[in-house]
């Protein structure tokens, strides 16, 4: 294609020019079409059309695991010490 332009006896040179930048962006684009995530450093995220895997659910349910001893505090009635926090109200932000 570039003889062909070359060849060419009665086109300008900024005309030439022009064409050869065009044809060069598109050779850039065409090579960039076949590029993926195994031929190049792209994630797998950028993949066009890419198959997303599902993911297997779990054999165990969730939560705590049989034989897992649980750590969470429990309340009491009569709670040895009580510590009262004071707010101040007005540097609270306007609401309920």
């Known amino acids: 294609m570039k003889d062909l332009i070359a060849a060419e006896?009665?086109?300008?040179?900024?005309?030439?020019?022009?064409?050869?930048?065009?044809?060069?962006?598109?050779?850039?684009?065409?090579?960039?079409?076949?590029?993926?995530?195994?031929?190049?450093?792209?994630?797998?995220?950028?993949d066009p059309n890419r198959i997303k895997k599902s993911r297997k659910t779990g054999e165990r349910k969730p939560g705590g695991q049989p034989g897992h001893k649980g750590k969470t505090l429990q309340k009491v009635e009569d709670p040895d010490e009580i510590k009262i926090i004071p707010v101040d109200r007005n540097t609270l932000p306007q609401g309920q």
């Open 9 to 46: 006896g009665n086109l300008s040179p900024a005309l030439k020019a022009s064409i050869e930048v065009l044809l060069l962006l598109i050779s850039i684009l065409v090579s960039r079409l076949g590029l993926n995530s195994k031929n190049s450093s792209k994630p797998p995220s950028t």
